[in-house]
């Protein structure tokens, strides 16, 4: 998949983003896992992926932001479609459920990860000269 270019500041905001994001499900996992053990099979899977992705960003690899895109992304969607028509056998229908502070700092860490990762996916880097490469 390739390398990407990315300054220091946006490589160590993603890390640190996804890991929070990985930090965040583990925390929760084990409830998860009691109330509903697929839904806390996905949160521990989310924490693996985080993981990994820190470990691909941390590399420049195209890969690892990537996997993080799926990991923020899917928490994100999961987090507002539990809240809302509800998982299989699995749905938050109150409003203290869908505002709980751990969930909406979640929401807020997965969200500004994936904004990161949309700036580096759009810094295109071009040739301008022979030889010489110049973002655009």
């Known amino acids: 998949m390739g390398r990407v270019e990315s300054t220091s500041l946006r490589t160590w905001a993603g890390i640190a983003l996804i890991a929070a994001t990985g930090l ?17 099979v996905l949160f521990a899977l989310s924490v693996v992926g985080a993981m990994v992705a820190a470990f691909g960003i941390y590399r ?13 992304g899917g928490s994100l969607v999961g987090y507002l479609l539990s809240r809302t028509v509800g998982l299989p056998l699995f ?11 751990v969930g909406l700092l979640s929401l807020l860490v997965e969200g500004l990860f994936l904004g ?3 700036n580096v996916f759009s810094d295109r880097v071009v040739a301008s000269e022979p030889g010489i490469l110049a973002r655009q």
Not at 24 to 40: C, D, K, Q, S, V
Not at 60 to 72: F, I, P, Q, Y
Not at 91 to 101: D, K, L, V
Request: no cysteine; charged share 20%.
């Open 24 to 40: 965040i499900h583990l925390i929760e996992t084990p409830e998860y896992l009691a109330e509903m053990p697929y839904i806390g």
């Open 60 to 72: 420049g690899e195209r890969w690892g932001w990537t996997l993080g895109v799926l990991v923020a």
């Open 91 to 101: 749905r938050e229908n109150t409003w203290e459920a869908f505002a709980e502070p």
């Open 116 to 118: 990161v990762a949309t």
